[in-house]
């Protein structure tokens, strides 16, 4: 069955930076982007970019744009997040999900808690 | 950026309770809208897609309709277990957007 499971909680200092991981199973890695959202306590979900997973073209939305960095490994079947300049307004529930495009975002990471405090 | 925009922010209903929820697109999206539940500290789970279409292993009482900019889910009869936030989302161009989300309550 498809899983999409990421890694664990992190705990940053300001301007630090994160890394979040992605490890897919259950389907061709290669077939369906990848999106990575973010979720603030209390706030609707918000949109970070994604991955084109077959030739790893990242994109970025625009709010995003400098600090965010999404890039794949085919081999592990893995794609990572990286946020830099890490704020408290960072402290969020950050997803990955996969991208269908007949269905919307069909199968989700379990989430990734990312508290940033000094 | 297509805003969307959810209504109510929360409704609190009986079970049993016919439940009605709507979004709205700032702009046609089509059908290319789908719809999500989501728990507290969960990740959001798809219900609905391409406006209303029901996702595989979802109840019945679920439905979703609607086209351009106003759609509505419904749940036909509310029960315990459908308590949490529903969110629109529309993926007709990038950045794919959602709405703010309506929280349900069990009465």
């Known amino acids: 069955q498809v899983q999409l499971v990421q890694s664990g909680a992190e705990v940053k200092k300001p301007g630090a930076s994160v890394n979040v991981s992605c490890k897919t199973s259950?389907?061709?890695?290669?077939?369906?982007?990848l999106y990575w959202l973010r979720q603030a306590p209390g706030q609707r979900l918000e949109l970070m970019g994604w991955?084109?997973?077959?030739?790893?073209?990242?994109e970025y939305s625009d709010n995003f744009q400098d600090r965010v960095t999404i890039s794949r490994d085919t081999s592990a079947s893995t794609a990572y997040m990286i946020l830099s300049n890490l704020r408290s307004e960072d402290t969020a529930l950050y997803f990955c999900?996969?991208?269908?495009?007949?269905?919307?975002?069909?199968?989700w990471g379990q989430g990734t808690t990312v508290t940033v405090s000094s | 950026d297509i805003q969307m925009t959810q209504s109510p922010s929360t409704l609190s209903a009986f079970v049993g309770d016919r439940v009605t929820i709507t979004c709205r697109a700032s702009?046609?999206?089509?059908?290319?809208l789908s719809w999500y539940w989501q728990k507290p500290g969960k990740a959001p789970n798809l219900i609905i897609y391409?406006?209303?279409f029901l996702e595989s292993g979802v109840p019945s009482r679920f439905s979703g309709s609607g086209s351009e900019t106003e759609f509505t889910l419904t749940i036909s009869s509310l029960q315990p277990e459908d308590s949490g936030t529903y969110y629109c989302?529309?993926?007709?161009?990038?950045?794919?957007?959602f709405g703010q989300g309506t929280k349900v309550e069990i009465k």
């Open positions: 391409r406006a209303s």
């Open positions: 999900a996969r991208v269908s495009y007949s269905y919307g975002l069909d199968f």
């Open positions: 702009e046609s999206v089509k059908t290319w």
């Open positions: 989302q529309q993926y007709t161009s990038y950045p794919w957007t």
């Open positions: 991955i084109h997973t077959g030739n790893g073209k990242p």
């Open positions: 259950g389907y061709t890695f290669t077939t369906f982007p």
